[in-house]
């Protein structure tokens, strides 16, 4: 079954910009390597209160499975080494899984 999941990238203040630079480096491998993601998309979303730009990725993936192993892979071993060493987020990765509730296409 195939899974909808946001991942909430919530940056240091000071650090988006580098956040940002990992993440572009992040899509590409994930484009080449994991050939069971459908779709990988990464937003921004500002707080122009508090000063904050965070980032939102989408995932489109295969099943559970594939999900599950992600974080054995070792570009995501090389990001979470890169994001701990330099301090880049404020709190740890969130996921969240979408369930389909209902809506239409055009």
């Known amino acids: 079954m195939v899974l909808d999941v946001l ?4 940056t240091n ?8 630079e ?6 590409g491998e994930v ?3 994991e050939p ?4 990988y998309h990464v937003y921004t979303t500002h707080d122009h209160e508090k000063g904050t730009l965070d980032y939102v990725a989408y995932l489109r993936i295969k099943d559970e499975t594939i999900l599950a192993q992600r974080p054995n892979l070792g570009h995501h071993h090389e990001v979470a080494k890169i994001i701990k060493e330099e301090d880049l987020l404020r ?4 996921y969240l899984r979408l ?5 239409w296409d055009r």
Not at 22 to 27: F, K
């Open 7 to 10: 991942v909430f990238i919530l």
């Open 13 to 20: 203040k000071g650090k988006e910009k580098r956040a940002g």
């Open 22 to 27: 990992v993440l572009e480096w992040l899509i």
């Open 31 to 33: 484009k080449e390597k």
């Open 36 to 39: 069971d993601m459908h779709s």
């Open 91 to 94: 709190e740890p990765l969130k």
């Open 99 to 103: 369930e389909d509730y209902g809506g």
